[in-house]
C-alpha cells in the first residue's frame, strides 16, 4: 500500500466507507421521517436522529454502504455521465482537446465488445519484459518500470514537500509492495485474518490460472506471493506509527541511500523513472528498505518474477476483459468489503474517465453544477468558520500566550480551495486513442506518475487541487496550510442556500470546521503556518494538549467497530479532534450568525435541536460488517455513529438542547475538549 506525505492530508469524508451527509433538507426543515421516534436522544443520538432514514434505506447491492452522501455522488456522477456521453458521441472535436480526450476516453471504455475480445493480450509486452528478467539489474529496471505505470511493486516513490523546507520538492521513497490492504492483514493471527488471508490465496492462485497457468503452478505462485509480501509486511510501520510525521522524514543522501540498502541501485532508478534533477531523497521507512534490501538478494530471481507478474495483473485487471474484472472484484469487492455485485460498465467507465481526466472533466462540470455565486456563499461561510475559531483558541484557559499567538498566526495564513482550481491542469502530453482502451488506462497512469516526477526540483504549486472538482469530499494539507472544498461537496443536501443557518451550520459549517480544526490536532499542529514540521508550542502547552487527547484516545478505543472490533483511539484520533473541535467551532458561529435572536422552532424542533440532527445526519451510513472491519483497520476515521455520539457526548450543549439528565448516555461525566 502507498504511504507518503500525503498520508497526512487529513480528510472529512470517505465515501468507499460510506460517509453521508445532511438527509432530508427540503430548504426549510428536517425530515422527521429520518427520526427513530422509539429510540430516546439521550442515551443513542445516532439511532434516534437516523434511524427512520437507516431502516428504510438498505445498502445497493452494487455497494459495500450506502449514506446520502452516495446519493449526491450518484447525482454528480449522473452529470457526469451526460458530459461524457454527449463528448462521446461528439467525433467532430478538435484533436488533443480535452472535449475529445474525455469523450474517446469514455468511449473506448465503454467499447465492451472490443474489451472481451482483447482478454490480457495488452498485458504480453509486460509480461516479457519480466519474464527476460536475468540478473539484478534487469530486475530492478523492471520495477522501475512498473513505477513508471503507476504500479507499486517492491516498495513506492513520489514526489513531496521536504517537511522542513515545504517550498521544495524532493522525491520520496516509502514502504508499499502488498497485495492487501493493510501489513496487519499479514501479520495478525485471528481467525477473521486468517480467513482473509486463504481466500486471498485463492485469489491470487485464481488470476494467475485465468493468465493460463495449471492449477498446481498457481497455487505455488500464491504461496510464493504471499510469502514475499509478508516479510515486507513485517519490515512495514504500522498505520499509527505513520501519523507520526517525525517518524517518517529521514532526508538522506544518495550515498547515505548506498549505505542503507547497497544491494539497490538508487541513481539507476531515479533516472530510470524520470528524476533528472540531483536531490536528497526522504526515506520515509528506512526499515522497511533495510529489510527490502535484504530480500532482494535472499529471494530468487524467479520468486521476483511471480511477484512482479502478480503486481502487473492485480494493477491492471479492472481495465481488462471480465473474466478478470469478476474475479478482482470477487475479491476486492465481495470478500474484503461485503459489495454483492459489481457496478454497471458506464459507471465504471466515468469513475475512470474522472480518475483520468478530472480537471478537463471537471471544468466542464462546474459550468453546470457550481455557479460563481455558490463560490462565493462557500468563501463567505469559510470566512464565518475561520473567525469563530479563532475566537475559541483565542479563549482557551489551557493555552499559554507565545503558543496561543503562534496558533492565531498560524489560522490567519490559511489558504482555502473552494470550487475548483484557478488554473486547470494541462493535459496536452497525455495521448488518449479511440479503441484503445487497456492502453489509455496505463497511459493515464505514466502521464500522473510522469507529472509527479517533474515537480522534483520545481517551485511547489499551492495553487494545485488534490482531486477533480466534482468529489464528494474536503480536505486540509498541513504541509500547504490550507484546505479544499470542491464543487461537488459544497451544494445540496451538504450545503443549501435554502436551509436555515441551524442545518447548514450543523452540516457543511461542522465539517468546514473539521477541517480547520485539522490544522491543530495531533498531526498538523507540527507544522508551522508555512508548512514546515516545526514545534512552535511551548512545552507546558504541549503537555496540556497531550493530556487531552488521550482523554479522546482512551474514549473512542472504548467504543466497538464490529464484533469484537474496537475503534482504534490512535489511528482515528487526528480525526476525532477535528470532528469534536469542528462541530464546537460551528455551534460557536452559529450563535454568532443568529446574534442572540431565538430563531422560532421548526416541526417542533428548536434551532440547536436542529444544529446537532444535521451534524448526526452527516455521518449517517448503513455498512457491510466487512467493509467495517477493513475500515477499523485502515480508516482514521471512526465509524459514523462514534463520530455522531462520541462527539455530543462531549458537549453541555447538546445535553441543554434535549435536557438529558446528567447521568444519561449522551452526557460524558469525564467530558474530553481540546479545541
Request: charged share 25%; glycine share 8%.
Amino acid at each position: 500500500m502507498k504511504h507518503s506525505h500525503k498520508t497526512l492530508v487529513a480528510v472529512a469524508l470517505l465515501l468507499a466507507f460510506g460517509m453521508a451527509t445532511i438527509l432530508g433538507q427540503t430548504g426549510h426543515g428536517y425530515d422527521l421521517a429520518s427520526l427513530d421516534k422509539n429510540a430516546s436522544a439521550c442515551t443513542d443520538f445516532y439511532q434516534y436522529a437516523n434511524g427512520g432514514w437507516l431502516a428504510a434505506n438498505p445498502i445497493p447491492a452494487a455497494y459495500p454502504s450506502w449514506g446520502i452522501a452516495h446519493i449526491l455522488d450518484e447525482k454528480n456522477r449522473d452529470v457526469l455521465h451526460e458530459i461524457l456521453e454527449a463528448a462521446a458521441k461528439n467525433t467532430s472535436a478538435p484533436k488533443g482537446s480535452s472535449e475529445q480526450k474525455v469523450g474517446d476516453y469514455y468511449a473506448t471504455c465503454m467499447d465492451e465488445t472490443k474489451i472481451e475480445a482483447e482478454g490480457a493480450k495488452s498485458l504480453a509486452p509486460e509480461f516479457d519484459r519480466i519474464a527476460k528478467i536475468k540478473d539484478q539489474q534487469s530486475l530492478q529496471e523492471e520495477i522501475a518500470h512498473l513505477h513508471s505505470m503507476g504500479i507499486n511493486a517492491l516498495f513506492a516513490s513520489d514526489s513531496t514537500q521536504d517537511f522542513k523546507n515545504s517550498a521544495e520538492v524532493t522525491f520520496e521513497i516509502f514502504q508499499g509492495g502488498l497485495g492487501l490492504p493493510d501489513r496487519d492483514y499479514y501479520t495478525k493471527t485471528d481467525d477473521k485474518s486468517k480467513t482473509i488471508r486463504d481466500e486471498y490465496l485463492k485469489h491470487v492462485a485464481k488470476m494467475f490460472e485465468l493468465l493460463g497457468d495449471d492449477p498446481a503452478k498457481a497455487a505455488s505462485e500464491a504461496q510464493t506471493v504471499l510469502g514475499l509480501e509478508t516479510k515486507l509486511a513485517e519490515a512495514s510501520m504500522t498505520r499509527v506509527e505513520l501519523r507520526d510525521p517525525e517518524k517518517i522524514y529521514h532526508r538522506m543522501s544518495l550515498a547515505q541511500m548506498r549505505d542503507l540498502t547497497p544491494a539497490y541501485d538508487w541513481p539507476a532508478y531515479m533516472q530510470n523513472i524520470g528524476v533528472t534533477q540531483k536531490t536528497d531523497v526522504n526515506v520515509a521507512t528506512p526499515d522497511f528498505f533495510k529489510a527490502m534490501n535484504q530480500q532482494l538478494t535472499s529471494a530468487s530471481l524467479q520468486d521476483w518474477q511471480t511477484y512482479l507478474r502478480w503486481h502487473l495483473i492485480n494493477s491492471t485487471a479492472g481495465a481488462l476483459s471480465s473474466k478478470f474484472v469478476d474475479e478482482d472484484f470477487n475479491f476486492k469487492g465481495k470478500t474484503l468489503q461485503g459489495s454483492k455485485e459489481n457496478l454497471p460498465r458506464w459507471k465504471r467507465c466515468v469513475a475512470g474517465t474522472d480518475r483520468a481526466l478530472g480537471e478537463a472533466l471537471g471544468e466542464v462540470y462546474v459550468k453546470k453544477a457550481f455557479p460563481p455565486a455558490a463560490k462565493a456563499r462557500a468563501l463567505e461561510m469559510v470566512r464565518n468558520l475561520e473567525l469563530a475559531l479563532k475566537s475559541d483558541i483565542g479563549t482557551l484557559n489551557w493555552m499559554g500566550e507565545a503558543t496561543r499567538k503562534q496558533a492565531i498566526v498560524k489560522l490567519d495564513a490559511f489558504l482555502n480551495k473552494i470550487g475548483y482550481p484557478d488554473k486547470w491542469r494541462d493535459y496536452s502530453n497525455f495521448k488518449v486513442v479511440r479503441g484503445d482502451a487497456f492502453g489509455n488506462s496505463q497511459r493515464a497512469n505514466v502521464f500522473e506518475f510522469a507529472r509527479e516526477m517533474a515537480k522534483v526540483g520545481q517551485k511547489v504549486d499551492k495553487g494545485e487541487w488534490p482531486y477533480p472538482p466534482p468529489t464528494v469530499n474536503a480536505s486540509y494539507n498541513p504541509l500547504l496550510n490550507n484546505i479544499t472544498f470542491p464543487a461537488g461537496i459544497l451544494q445540496p443536501p451538504f450545503y443549501d442556500n435554502q436551509a436555515d443557518d441551524a442545518m447548514n451550520f450543523g452540516g457543511i459549517g461542522a465539517v468546514v470546521g473539521h477541517e480547520l480544526t485539522h490544522g491543530f490536532d495531533d498531526q498538523g499542529r507540527q507544522f508551522d503556518l508555512d508548512g514546515n514540521l516545526n514545534d512552535w508550542w511551548k512545552p507546558a502547552d504541549a503537555d496540556e494538549f497531550k493530556k487531552r487527547t488521550k482523554c479522546v484516545i482512551d474514549e473512542y478505543g472504548g467504543f466497538t467497530a464490529v464484533d469484537d472490533v474496537k475503534v482504534n483511539g490512535e489511528l482515528t484520533l487526528g480525526e476525532n479532534v477535528a470532528d469534536n473541535g469542528g462541530l464546537r467551532v460551528a455551534y460557536m458561529a452559529l450563535l454568532k450568525a443568529v446574534a442572540g435572536k431565538e430563531p422560532a422552532p421548526v416541526d417542533g424542533l428548536t434551532a440547536e435541536q436542529r444544529f446537532f440532527l444535521g451534524w448526526a445526519n452527516v455521518w449517517c451510513q448503513n455498512r457491510t460488517n466487512e467493509v467495517t472491519r477493513l475500515a477499523a483497520q485502515t480508516d482514521p476515521h471512526s465509524p459514523g455513529k462514534y463520530r455522531v455520539n462520541g462527539t455530543v457526548s462531549n458537549m453541555p450543549e447538546f445535553q441543554k438542547a434535549f435536557h438529558c439528565k446528567a447521568d444519561a448516555p449522551m452526557v460524558r461525566q469525564n467530558a474530553c475538549r481540546v479545541w
